[in-house]
């Protein structure tokens, strides 16, 4: 069938995919959707399945991989695949020592023009061998011994970078071509990877070099082939046929336009000065790079001169391996602690036995948080660990060296307290992070909370900046936030005195023998100003996780007292508009930790008082009613229609004390599976006592609404139930303004444009936000629009 049309069509079918691969993998410039490649793909599989004499060694089918092999068979190479020399002195003078060795070896004189040197990078992967016979890959090998690798060919053809045909003219491509290069795995791609088999419960890999390493020598192609690996060619072996190019930078140009990979990172410079410029440049440039290297590599560029210099033992005289510091080191973990964050998140960090790693000595290295700590394969003290430092990275353990774990070793566990200050810890569904509950309790986050509680738009406290609130917490003036309203003049006083002597100051008016007190006085005027802030200001103080404004302001608006809303249970609080049971529990949980139940309470003795408490909301009775409870406690299987027929036969009081059987529940028609769910639920530590907290605190809100009047009707303004973004300087409203009238028609404010944003109002130079509007087509409005719609009942 050589020359019918089909073999025709299978003949352009491979040459048009391989274009495609070049064009992809190495230049990175793709030509066709993947849809079109797929196409063509399937096209070829087609032929050279019904047409199996028409599949060649070359085809890009051949890129799927094989069978599983039992085991690698042995590869001598025709010319050995020698190591380099390693120049392990890592500054300016191993540059200039390699320079100077090999004008010794070239007898040069000492005003001899200077040796010109092909330079380039030391990838850090698997270096390999590649032979091409008459332009097609026949075979690929791993280094071994030097002398004795491994046929790794079935998987080296899943590489889409790797030709299985060098391009260019027939003529020009030598009947024998031995390419030397390396196997090699991007960092984002590892990251990748790794983020997926983690989610589907695989093995991870633990760094780039072991990833290619342990891909190339899979016994199954088809691991190889799920596993994201690059190429870089660098240099020949075997070669029969062909005109060599005079310089080695003139062998990787030629190698380029075969239609292999090669790194751009490279030139052709003279004398060992600008082999120490080119090695500087790459350092600066190393953590920037998609891919690892531990070095730089120098040739001598003319091939006449590298025969000449030839070779001594396994290493050629013409070449060094230039290295940096290395970014990675074995060391122990001697210790494992748990730092607290400003935030409350709680951090794993190892102390380790002292190694030396990217340029600087380590001795701790953060382990983030739990999920990563056990995607590292488990750590226990005494574990022999891989460090990672890179460039001004914090140090960071990439694996355990399982085989040297200690026989008596405990795995690390994340702590259920606060280590600081004893709260007990949280970790919300679907985070990596565990929290302290503690809140402006925790010593740890107390700086931080009580600069949101004192900020603009909570308690307003004027004049409370970072830096007073730094020394007040540092010089132990203030423990938590009601101490704010205990602070007295000479408190101030003293206070920036000893920051003064601290920071080695000493202020003009001091030299003069004054001593200024307006600042301290005014300090304490916006304090003072603070005691009767709207209960919504209040709620969003206090830092209670996911409670921003417009949470705190439906749970003023709702439960209308700080009272209730630190007695609801988190079913109670779910119903409540635009409260999911995240928000609930985060609000719930706040309050359940005696530390923060104390620091409210010390707030409120100190006369912090909201301004505006009320009743609940009316409307409140509607939300409380059991369907809608039922279905905010998370019970297994208890759907909406479910949650309802269980309403008309039960509340919730009756569940928990028990009166309630299951003959009563199948009366009402829930299924066998629905009332065995919810009587397990209800067997669970604290479910009962759950349910009649929430039937409690129901009772009193339900007795605390007010008695029915006659109102006239309310018309809801244009802007109830919107979300709106606010961007640029307005004609007459200040930002916060605009954001109170929006809020107070029952409208919301949101700090990004989305998809679910409904009107951006856009003013005097409106920035990113306006174009992104335009491009989701979100309705843009100005101010003018914005009071209209205040003011109306009609949509915009």
């Known amino acids: 069938m050589a020359d019918s049309p089909l073999a025709g069509r ?13 064009a992809y993998y190495v230049l990175d410039e793709p030509l066709v959707p993947d849809a079109e490649y797929d196409r063509l793909f399937r096209e070829l599989a087609d032929l050279e399945t019904a047409h199996p004499e028409l599949s060649t060694a070359d085809s890009p089918t051949r890129r799927v991989g094989g069978r ?3 085991q690698f068979a042995p590869v001598r190479h025709d010319l050995p695949m020698l190591s380099i020399q390693t120049e392990t002195d890592t500054g300016p003078s191993g540059a200039l020592n390699f320079d100077a060795r090999i004008r010794r070896e070239l007898e040069l004189a000492a005003d001899a023009a200077a040796v010109d040197y092909a330079a380039e990078l030391k990838f850090d992967g698997l270096a390999i061998s590649l032979r091409y016979e008459h332009g097609v890959l026949v075979r690929g090998a791993t280094r071994g011994d030097g002398t004795t690798g491994e046929d790794v ?18 003529a020009d491509i030598p009947p024998l071509l031995e390419v030397r290069g390396e196997v090699y795995m991007r960092r984002d791609d590892l990251e990748k990877y790794n983020a997926a088999a983690a989610a589907r419960g695989e093995k991870t890999l633990v760094n780039p070099r072991n990833a290619a390493a342990g891909s190339i020598r899979q016994l199954d192609p088809a691991i190889a082939a799920s596993r994201p690996l690059c190429f870089f060619a660098y240099g020949l072996g075997a070669v029969d046929g062909w005109d060599l190019p005079k310089t080695h930078a003139g062998i990787l140009d030629a190698l380029a336009a075969f239609g292999l990979p090669v790194c751009e990172h490279r030139a052709v410079l003279s004398g060992g000065e600008a082999l120490a410029g080119f090695h500087r440049r790459i350092a600066e440039l190393r953590d920037s790079l998609p891919f690892d290297i531990d070095g730089v590599v120098y040739k001598v560029n003319d091939l006449a001169l590298q025969r000449r210099l030839g070779f001594r033992s396994r290493e050629p005289r013409w070449a060094v391996a230039h290295k940096y510091p290395p970014q990675e080191a074995l060391t122990v973990v001697e210790a494992i602690d748990i730092q607290v964050g400003r935030t409350g998140a709680l951090t794993p960090v190892a102390r380790l036995q002292p190694v030396f790693v990217g340029g600087v000595t380590v001795t701790n290295a953060t382990l983030h948080n739990a999920d990563e700590v056990e995607r590292k394969g488990g750590l226990c003290v005494g574990d022999t660990v891989i460090v990672r430092r890179a460039g001004d990275v914090i140090p960071e353990v990439l694996g355990v060296v399982a085989e040297r774990r200690p026989a008596d070793a405990v795995p690390f566990a994340m702590p259920d307290a ?18 302290c509950s503690g809140g402006f309790s925790c010593r740890a986050q107390r700086t931080q909370a009580i600069l949101h509680f004192a900020g603009r738009r909570m308690m307003d406290i004027e004049g409370l900046g970072e830096r ?21 003049l000479d408190d101030l006083l003293a206070m920036k005195r000893r920051a003064d002597e601290k920071d080695g100051v000493t202020p003009e008016t001091a030299k003069a023998g004054k001593i200024p007190t307006r600042w301290a006085e005014n300090l304490l005027a916006g304090i003072e100003a603070s005691r009767q802030p709207s209960l919504a200001r209040l709620l969003f103080a206090l830092g209670i996780r996911h409670v921003g404004e417009s949470t705190a302001r439906t749970l003023a608006d709702w439960l209308g007292s700080i009272e209730r809303v630190r007695r609801a249970p988190a079913p109670l609080l779910a119903v409540l508009p635009d409260i999911g049971t995240t928000v609930a529990a985060a609000i719930a949980d706040f309050f359940a930790e005696e530390r923060n139940v104390a620091a409210v309470d010390a707030l409120l ?9 009320h009743a609940p909301n009316p409307a409140l009775a509607e939300r409380l009613n059991w369907v809608e409870l039922y279905a905010a ?17 039960a509340d919730g009081a009756a569940l928990a004390n028990g009166t309630v059987d299951a003959a009563t529940l199948s009366s009402a028609g829930l299924p066998g599976e629905v009332i065995d769910a919810l009587l397990d639920w209800l067997q669970r530590p604290g479910m009962r006592g759950l349910l009649a907290g929430v039937a409690m605190r129901r009772n009193e809100l339900l007795a605390a609404l007010p008695a029915a009047v006659d109102l006239p009707p309310t018309q809801d303004s244009a802007v109830t139930g919107k979300t709106f973004v606010l961007t640029g300087t307005l004609p007459t409203l200040k930002r916060d303004d605009a954001r109170d009238m929006i809020l107070a028609a029952g409208g919301k404010v949101s700090g990004s444009v989305s998809k679910k944003t409904d009107f951006v109002v856009a ?18 409005i100005d101010e003018a629009m914005l009071l209209e719609m205040l003011n109306t009942g009609s949509n915009t």
């Open 605 to 613: 003795a100190a006369g912090v008082q909201p301004a505006d408490e």
């Open 153 to 170: 060919t079935q998987n080296l053809r899943t590489l889409r970078q790797i030709p299985l045909r060098l391009t260019g003219d027939a």
């Open 68 to 70: 599983p092999l039992a």
């Open 763 to 780: 003013g005097e130079e409106a920035g990113s936000k306006l174009d992104k509007a335009v491009e989701l087509g979100v309705a843009v």
């Open 418 to 435: 606060c280590p600081v200050c004893g709260a007990h810890t949280v970790r919300e569904e679907g985070e990596a992070i565990i929290r």
């Open 633 to 649: 406690l998370g019970v297994p299987k208890l759907t909406p229609v479910r949650a309802r027929q269980l309403a008309g036969v």
């Open 468 to 488: 007073f609130v730094e020394r007040l917490v540092e010089f132990d003036y203030v423990h938590g936030v009601a101490d704010l309203y205990k602070l007295q």
């Open 10 to 22: 299978a003949a352009w079918l491979r040459a048009e995919l391989a274009r495609y691969d070049h």
